[in-house]
């Protein structure tokens, strides 16, 4: 369940941060009632971008196979990878 605050618990900065980085989650800021803003740590923030990148490729991948590109070998392209990268 998301953790939801007013805004005035953004005056206590550490127990905020500390709040963060336990729950690895966004914490959602509200002000007057209604929500402002999205807070989390840097650590949370690096995971979630990453995983719009997985995301993202992945959409990648399943337009290629859509539009009818050909797969490439899984196993070639790893023999081909440690070829080229073996003598560094």
Known sequence: MPEI???TDLR??????ELCHKQ???IFITKNGYGDLVIMSMETY???IA????????AEAEKQITD???LL???EVFKKLKKKYASL
């Open 46 to 48: 690096e995971r979630k």
């Open 68 to 70: 009818g590109i050909p």
């Open 24 to 26: 690895q989650e966004p």
């Open 5 to 7: 605050r007013p805004i």
């Open 12 to 17: 206590n900065t550490t127990e905020i941060s």
């Open 51 to 58: 995983l719009v990148e997985v995301y993202k490729k992945l």
């Open 73 to 75: 070998d899984g196993q």
